[in-house]
């Protein structure tokens, strides 16, 4: 696969596909994405017993951060299995929603998917410091700080005044957040559906990353604007939904308003794969590799 530079607007036509994925079996793609996020959620439902007993410190806070990374390192391969689920679905193969497993069953894939996901960390942790480096060690301090109000459930003092160097921090994580967008959706792509080695996916990451540097920002401005008419939506139906409980009760509010959360998530979930799924289809020549020789090289 060859690593392809996109036209600015890609960056839109990425989001577009997405909100409309699904349409050819939606049984397959939306079950798929709910089975793996009500996986997701079992690191915060196994680490609430350390989040919430015992005596606040950095301690527990420590341990559930491991604990929590661990579980979720184990997850990783849902998301290949919903990316495989997607890509089947686009091509008019056979998919139902327990495929979202198929990462797990010999020869699925499931450790590249998690050496990739670790490079990914590893790919954090050094552009951490990098920012680090150049805003200075007070952002640490401060953020250290938050975290450990939020641990003995204090308000934080430090959000009273920034630390030196915050607008620095802030200008470099925005950019590092555009380019690593990038490098995990095609990244991602490269070794749940092409079955590259976590380094080739990594370095095919970089590379479609920065050569569409600009259809990324166009994207990342299209899902801010995306954002906005969400909140704008979502305002106009909780006022429309505390007018109902006014005139009703709040019994129909609560009964209303789990189903069109829980719809709402779901449907995030599935526009953000989405987006992942045709950046990387676009950007790797995803679209151009039949389904017979995507399969033998995941094999």
Not at 59 to 84: D, E, I, N, W
Request: net charge positive; glycine share 12%.
């Amino acid at each position: 696969m060859s690593i392809r530079a996109m036209g600015p607007m890609a960056g839109f036509r990425w989001l577009m596909n997405a909100i409309n994925l699904g349409r050819h079996n939606p049984k397959a793609v939306f079950g798929a994405a709910g089975l793996s996020l009500l996986l997701m959620l079992v690191p915060s439902v196994l680490t609430m017993p350390l989040q919430m007993g015992g005596t606040p410190g950095g301690g527990r806070m420590v341990a559930v951060l491991v604990v929590s990374m661990l579980l979720g390192l184990l997850l990783t391969p849902l998301y290949g299995g919903l990316m495989s689920v997607i890509d089947a679905a686009e091509r008019g193969r056979p998919a139902k929603a327990t495929d979202v497993f198929v990462p797990y069953r010999t020869g699925g894939g499931a450790l590249r998917m998690i050496g990739f996901a670790v490079g990914m960390l590893v790919v954090y942790a050094i552009l951490g410091v990098v920012v680090v480096a150049i805003a200075g060690t007070g952002i640490v301090h401060w953020y250290m700080d938050i975290l450990a109000a939020q641990a003995a459930k204090t308000a934080p003092t430090a959000l009273q005044q920034l630390p030196a160097g915050f607008g620095t921090a802030m200008a470099l994580f925005t950019v590092f957040w555009l380019l690593l967008m990038g490098v995990y959706a095609v990244g991602f792509g490269q070794v749940a559906l092409a079955g590259r080695t976590p380094m080739a996916a990594l370095k095919d990451g970089f590379i479609g990353s920065l050569k569409n540097l600009l259809p990324l920002l166009m994207m990342a401005i299209g899902m801010c604007v995306g954002v906005v008419a969400v909140l704008l939506a979502l305002v106009v139906l909780v006022g429309i939904a505390a007018l109902l409980a006014k005139l009703v009760g709040m019994w129909l509010l609560f009964v209303l308003a789990v189903p069109v959360y829980i719809a709402f998530v779901l449907v995030l979930y599935v526009v953000m794969f989405g987006t992942m799924y045709f950046m990387w289809r676009d950007i790797c020549g995803g679209s151009d590799t039949s389904a017979e020789a995507v399969a033998a090289m995941a094999a």
